[in-house]
C-alpha cells in the first residue's frame, strides 16, 4: 500500500509517493501502518493506493522502476484504484489533562474517522499509523475484492 500526497493530482506518480507498507501478503486488513518518507509539516490530501507485486520480489518498486514495475490495481475503467482523506496536521501540545491532538480525516467514499493521540510532539512523526487511511486501505481490500491469486505492496 502506498500513501501518494497531492502532487499526484497534478500527475506526479512517481514523486507523489511520500509513505509505503511493508509487503501485504493477498487479504484483509485493518490498522495497517504506512512508514512515512518524512514528517508531514502542513495540511495535505493523502490518496491510498494499493500496488500490485508484478516482479514476485516483495518490494515496492515502482519509483526506482519508473513506473515499468508494480503498478497500482486498476478498476474496470483501468484508472488506478484510489481512496483519499484530506489530512490536518496539528501542533496542539498534551497539556497534561489526558488531552493530546485529534486528526480527523473525511474520505471521498464518506468515511470520517477521528484520531485521538497523547503526546508531547507535533503533528505526524516519521512513522504514521493513520487511521483514516487505514480505514480507506481496508475499504480498498475490501471493496474491490483482492484475489488471493495476487500479491501485492
Known amino acids: 500500500m502506498t500513501i501518494h500526497d497531492s502532487s499526484l493530482l497534478d500527475g506526479d506518480a512517481l514523486g507523489s509517493v511520500v509513505g509505503v507498507s ?5 487479504g484483509s486488513y485493518e ?17 491510498a493506493m494499493p500496488h500490485r507485486d508484478t516482479n514476485g520480489n516483495q518490494m ?3 519509483v526506482e522502476e519508473e513506473g515499468g514495475a508494480d503498478g497500482p490495481y486498476v478498476n474496470d475503467e483501468g ?18 489533562m489526558g488531552g493530546g491532538m485529534d486528526e480527523t480525516e473525511s474520505t471521498d467514499d464518506g468515511m470520517e474517522e477521528t484520531e485521538s ?10 512513522v504514521a499509523g493513520i487511521a483514516g487511511l487505514s480505514g480507506v486501505a481496508t475499504y480498498l481490500y475490501r471493496t474491490f475484492g483482492v484475489d488471493d491469486e495476487r500479491e501485492e505492496d
Open 31 to 47: 490498522d495497517l501502518e504506512v512508514v512515512f518518507n518524512e514528517e508531514l509539516t502542513e495540511d495535505d490530501t493523502l490518496i
Open 117 to 126: 493521540t497523547d503526546g508531547d510532539g507535533p503533528g505526524f512523526g516519521p
Open 22 to 26: 511493508e509487503y501485504l501478503e493477498p
Open 79 to 96: 484508472g488506478a484504484v484510489v481512496a483519499d482523506a484530506s489530512v490536518t496536521v496539528t501542533d496542539d501540545m498534551d497539556d497534561g
Open 60 to 62: 515496492y518498486d515502482f
